[in-house]
C-alpha cells in the first residue's frame, strides 16, 4: 500500500510581487510538490524578487514548507538550510 506521501494531496502555491497568490500545482505527490517548489524558488521570478513567497500545503491546508527570499525554507516555523547534496536531491 502507497502511503499518503506517495498518493498526492499536497499543493504548491507563491505569491507574486503584486500580492497575488498563484496556484503551481494541486493534488500531487510530495515528491513533486518538493520538485516544484525547487523550480518556484530557484527560476527568473524568484531571482528577480518577482515571487515573493513559495510554500507547499498539505490536503488540510496545513503550510507544510514554505520560502521567503532572504529568509530560505522554513519547516514548521523553523527556519533551516539544506545542505547542497539535499538540493541536488530534489530535483
Known sequence: ????????????????????????????????????????THNMSARTGITERALIVDAMDRTVLEWIPGRGYTYDGVHYTPSPAMENEVH
Open 1 to 40: 500500500m502507497r502511503s499518503d506521501l506517495q498518493t498526492g494531496g499536497f499543493s504548491v502555491y507563491t505569491t507574486s510581487a503584486d500580492g497575488f497568490n498563484h496556484r503551481v500545482c494541486h493534488d500531487v505527490s510530495a515528491r513533486e510538490a518538493a520538485n516544484e517548489l525547487w523550480r518556484c
